[in-house]
T-cell receptor, first 115, second 110 residues
């Protein structure tokens, strides 16, 4: 298996622009997680899905962030409008089981820079 | 007080020695505890998880959980230069929120 695939790997955009990050989980994994990592705040869980349904989005920082999972093999995290403080590495991860039930496999991340 | 706390380091340990990493958490209702390793510029990788009080061993790694004192530690025996990385402690708190510490940077000195 190719592992969790994320695109783009790097994104540079200007404040106010819309940003869309993409993730393809490992085939057969029922759970998908979106994380954000910064030096100041560390790794934060933003939202996770089970069988394409959002289970917990309490980590989503504000209404500018939205995530969707239209099918079992694709998810997006959208930021609209983007702000410089959104600059971070965004990771997608997937697992067979839930938070405590199984190993999460992380993608390589998308490094987002908002100017 | 942060919900999950780690000393940011850097922690320097001679090759072959035991590296000891510590993590404290604030929620007594926490049930599940994880250690992730993250190499610079790479994604986190799960290396240990522990649910019950006591020790759990996997190869050179031992996780120790003490719920009464609210800490979880990771011991790395026979430290190798390849163990140099940032180690993230993660806890599922009583409210079922998965929360990470900010990580401890470990350097193994040859």
């Amino acid at each position: 298996d190719a592992g969790v695939i994320q695109s783009p790997r790097h994104e540079v955009t200007e404040m106010g622009q819309e940003v869309t990050l993409r993730c393809k989980p490992i085939s057969g994994h029922d759970y998908l997680f979106w994380y954000r990592q910064t030096m100041m705040r560390g790794l934060e869980l933003l939202i996770y899905f089970n069988n394409n349904v959002p289970i917990d989005d309490s980590g989503m920082p504000e209404d500018r962030f939205s995530a969707k999972m239209p099918n079992a093999s694709f998810s997006t995290l959208k930021i609209q409008p983007s702000e410089p403080r959104d600059s971070a590495v965004y990771f997608c991860a997937s697992s067979l089981g839930g938070l405590a039930a199984d190993t999460q496999y992380f993608g390589p991340g998308t490094r987002l820079t908002v100017l | 007080q942060k919900e999950v706390e780690q000393n940011s380091g850097p922690l320097s340990v001679p090759e072959g020695a035991i590296a000891s990493l510590n993590c404290t958490y604030s929620d007594r209702g926490s049930q599940s505890f994880f250690w992730y390793r993250q190499y610079s510029g790479k994604s986190p990788e799960l290396i240990m998880f522990i649910y019950s009080n006591g020790d759990k061993e996997d190869g050179r790694f031992t996780a120790q959980l003490n719920k009464a004192s609210q800490y979880v530690s990771l011991l790395i025996r026979d430290s190798q230069p390849s163990d140099s990385a940032t180690y993230l402690c993660a806890v599922i708190l009583g409210n079922e929120k998965l929360t990470f510490g900010t990580g401890t940077r470990l350097t193994i000195i040859p």
